[in-house]
């Protein structure tokens, strides 16, 4: 089992620019695909961006079309964190953002993740 604390959220203005972590714990990270997903209020959660273990070959990552260009997934195997780097951040960039790991299927869907982080609030004002 994996156990996931997000971190880094806050009050940023636009234009601004935030770190979140995703640190592990209970297992290695090296080997999961991870993704992060955020909700606004009163909107469905949805996919921001994944980071995928393709076994011998480099990992492989995608965006949202609303964050491509502005965000970056990386990840630190000796720390065993992702990390979100979002740059240029939008007032409709405010959400609590969460990570997971990958269990199945499809890599934009939440439902194909588990043991989610508890969230970090991203706040950004215009």
Not at 29 to 51: I, M
Not at 90 to 117: F, I, L, M, N
């Amino acid at each position: 089992q994996v156990q996931l604390v997000e971190s880094g959220g806050g009050l940023v203005q636009a234009g601004g620019s935030l770190r979140l972590s995703c640190a592990a714990s209970g297992r290695t990270l090296s080997t999961l695909s991870v993704g992060w997903f955020r909700q606004a209020p009163g909107k469905e959660r949805e996919f921001v961006t994944f980071h995928r273990y393709i076994g011998g070959s480099p990992y492989s990552r995608d965006y949202a079309d609303s964050v491509k260009g502005r965000f970056t997934i990386s990840r630190d195997n000796a720390k065993n964190t992702v990390y979100l780097q979002m740059n240029s951040l939008k007032p409709e960039d405010t959400a609590v953002y969460y990570c997971a790991a990958h269990r199945s299927g499809d890599y934009y869907q939440d439902r194909s993740y588990e043991y989610w982080g508890q969230g970090t609030q991203v706040t950004v004002s215009s």
